[in-house]
């Protein structure tokens, strides 16, 4: 099955700095990339997510790249502010493939603290 | 409100009890799913149920035992479980399309005393 390899474990920046979360997976039918942030005691929810039809993606502070061949995949925040706190997780699926489950491999999460 | 519903949001029970946790999606989804979230672990697919039909079972334990009674609906039921078996159980539901990312609830925080 899929394996998703997540690093840092741990990130710590300045607000306003950058931050750069890292993934790799390792089933090349991998088609499906999503981001989630888990913010404490609550639900992980979904921030960006990227297709492996395209190789970048950008919404407001937060983009995504996707290098297929390399079979690795980031999640980069811009302009870092306090409430971006919160613990990441990449995952990685194969969608289309009949079930119609979408069954989510995931990373062991990156815990962010953006230091005011 | 975040469309997906777990009760009860924690539960403490001993090794010898009987308890079912609960999830209702409010979403129109057609496929629900269990995972187990545990310190330092990546979150785990327990079941997933596609069209009320279990789709995958990730050889989980027999002490835990899901039911799908239809799309919206979708039960844990716990027996005899294990202190290592102590979590945050998250239920969620996506819709059979292509590409449909999952909706989480907020999870049951389970402690096995």
């Known amino acids: 099955g899929e394996n998703v390899e997540q690093h840092p474990s741990t990130l710590s920046v300045q607000e306003g700095d950058s931050a750069v979360i890292k993934c790799t997976y390792s089933?090349?039918?991998?088609?499906?990339f999503p981001w989630y942030k888990q913010e404490l005691g609550k639900r992980p929810q979904l921030i960006i997510d990227?297709?492996?039809?395209?190789g970048e993606k950008k919404d407001q502070r937060i983009a995504v790249t996707l290098n297929k061949t390399a079979k690795h995949f980031s999640l980069h925040i811009t302009e870092t502010q306090p409430e971006d706190s919160a613990v990441y997780f990449c995952?990685?699926?194969?969608?289309?493939?009949?079930?119609?489950?979408?069954?989510?491999?995931f990373g062991t999460g990156t815990r962010l603290t953006v230091i005011p | 409100e975040t469309g997906v519903t777990q009760t009860p949001r924690h539960l403490v029970m001993g090794m010898t009890n009987k308890k079912s946790l609960k999830c209702e999606q409010h979403?129109?989804?057609?496929?629900m799913y269990w995972y187990k979230q545990s310190a330092k672990k990546p979150l785990e697919l327990m079941f997933v149920?596609?069209?009320?039909?279990?789709?995958e079972n990730n050889s989980v334990p027999s002490r835990f035992s899901p039911e799908c009674p239809n799309s919206s609906h979708l039960f844990l039921h716990l027996h005899t479980l294990q202190p290592e078996d102590s979590a945050l159980y998250l239920c969620?539901?996506?819709?059979?399309?292509?590409?449909?990312?999952?909706?989480f609830g907020n999870g049951t925080r389970l402690t096995v005393t």
């Open positions: 089933d090349s039918a991998s088609n499906y």
């Open positions: 990227i297709r492996s039809n395209v």
């Open positions: 979403l129109g989804h057609n496929a």
């Open positions: 995952a990685a699926s194969i969608v289309g493939m009949g079930t119609g489950a979408n069954n989510l491999f």
């Open positions: 969620a539901s996506s819709h059979q399309t292509t590409g449909e990312s999952l909706h």
């Open positions: 149920y596609s069209l009320e039909e279990r789709v």
